[in-house]
């Protein structure tokens, strides 16, 4: 089992910055990439950015150049720094365990954070 612990998110204006963070802890072994994902009211979860053990990242067109998704050094803990926030930003934001292709397609395992919240509004 992989438990995966979120950390930051919170209020925001327009255009400001968030970083948020995730640490996994158990089987990390097990995890061949970590991703956010995030859901808004009335929609489903959607791919923000993913990223594997080497570093290959990918990101949802809508958040290309505004947000990035790094590790640390050691792996098991990941970052989204998130620029340039809009209103459409808005939503319940999820860290993922999973794994990726060769291409840095992302593929969610049943392992979740229990979520950290981000609104942007002025």
């Known amino acids: 089992q992989v438990q995966l612990t979120e950390s930051g998110g919170g209020l925001v204006q327009p255009g400001g910055s968030l970083r948020l963070s995730c640490a996994a802890s158990?089987?990390?072994?097990?995890?061949?990439?970590m991703g956010w994902y995030r859901q808004a009211p009335g929609k489903e979860r959607e791919l923000v950015a993913g990223i594997t053990k080497d570093g290959t990242t990918n990101y949802a067109n809508s958040v290309k150049g505004r947000f990035s998704i790094s590790k640390d050094s050691y792996w098991g803990t990941v970052h989204l720094q998130m620029n340039s926030l809009k209103p459409e930003d808005t939503a319940v934001y999820y860290c993922n365990g999973g794994s990726a292709s060769y291409d840095g397609t992302y593929y969610p395992y049943n392992y979740w954070g229990q979520g950290t919240q981000v609104t942007v509004s002025s």
């Open positions: 158990g089987s990390i072994g097990s995890i061949y990439a």
